[in-house]
């Protein structure tokens, strides 16, 4: 599912060796030992810690932005992938690291969900992070099995209705991303269907091909190479506009369910208490990323494209995610749906 990108080429790579490294040219100080000194830094290697696998929409994006930014902070990036429990695991442990700006984590809608979702956190997304910066929104798309017999939105919904009872509905596990799309799907089109949770994007979008699932939410990141080989059939792009990678494929609303409106934001974290001459100088060097040409081509292939340079701060990151948990908070409250 991977082959139409070489950042999605690179992590094939990586989800053998586990990290890469990403160098700036012109870097000459990553250091092996260093501190948290504000003015100092960075003077040794900045870890991004991805909290889902390799391969998947957020690692793809992380990817997409850790070169222009370690060159712009003249350091090494190691992008470390440590999966489990929709996000937690990995958002966890960055709560818990020390405050030096060395520890980075990229999370995506996730972070709002958690605290609805889990009963057990672990960590308050308001109080145990700083904001550095808003990096992406991501369309969601609806994909099925090339094979399966609804040709339109309009139809799937119908068909679903009729067959709930034999439908399979899969997700990348519960709080990813492709779980909280079902969700507004099933919310939307007024029924409950058979949930198959994989561990990851990567599973459940290759059992969709194969045939093994009926249809599932995903991320334009993840399934713009298949719908574009035929792979896959697409009936709706979840947001308000088309995506320019895809014009052909209709929104939501313009296929017939207005109700299911959702894109995948993405931000970077560091734990709470880091200087916020650090954060700031994350913060910069995340709008340069964003800048940059190249990740702008690289989006766009995809079926995205970096936030407004006001949106890449920590102020506005913050009021996101306050807007969103409160958001979310609802609806999964709604949908029943907890774990233990």
């Known amino acids: 599912m991977r082959e139409t990108s070489r950042y999605r080429a690179t992590a094939r790579m990586v ?33 991004i810690v991805v909290p889902f696998s390799a391969g998947g929409p957020t690692d793809t994006v992380t990817r997409m932005i850790a070169e222009p930014m370690a060159a712009k902070l003249g350091a090494k990036i190691v992008v470390q992938n440590v999966e489990g429990a929709g996000g937690t695991v990995g958002a966890g442990d960055v709560a818990r690291a020390d405050p030096d700006g060395y520890t980075v984590l990229m999370h995506h809608i996730g972070m709002s969900t958690a605290p609805a979702l889990y009963k057990n956190l672990g960590y308050k997304p308001l109080e145990d992070f700083e904001m550095v910066g808003l990096v992406t929104e991501v369309p ?35 709080g990813a991303a492709s779980h909280l799309c079902g969700l507004l799907f099933q919310t939307a089109a007024g029924v409950k269907l058979q949930e198959v949770p994989y ?9 969709l091909v194969g045939g093994q699932v009926d249809f599932m939410c995903d991320q334009t990141t993840n399934t713009s190479g298949q719908i ?36 995948v934001w993405h931000g970077l974290y560091v734990p709470a208490g880091t200087p916020q001459e650090i954060v700031e100088k994350l913060s910069e060097a995340l709008k340069v990323a964003l800048a940059d040409q190249g990740v702008i081509d690289q989006m766009a292939k995809l079926g995205t494209a970096p936030v407004p340079a006001q949106d890449a701060t920590p102020q506005a990151h913050r009021a996101k995610l306050e807007e969103q948990l409160g958001t979310w908070s609802k609806i999964i409250a709604d949908a029943g749906v907890k774990v233990s």
Do not use: W
């Open 199 to 207: 561990q990851g994007t990567g599973p459940a979008l290759t059992d």
């Open 228 to 263: 574009a080989a035929g792979k896959v059939k697409a009936y709706a792009v979840t947001t308000p506009e088309r995506v320019k990678s895809l014009p052909d494929l209709p929104t939501t609303a313009e296929a017939g369910l207005p109700q299911l409106q959702v894109s």
């Open 140 to 174: 969601m798309t609806v994909v099925a099995r090339k094979d399966f017999a609804p040709a339109t939105l309009q139809d799937l919904v119908t068909h679903v209705k009729a067959n709930a009872n034999k439908v399979t509905l899969a997700n990348a596990g519960i």
């Open 15 to 47: 989800a053998a060796v586990g990290v890469v490294s990403l160098v700036a040219a012109c870097s000459g100080n990553g250091g092996a030992n260093g501190g948290g000194d504000a003015a100092g830094y960075p003077d040794q290697n900045i870890t």
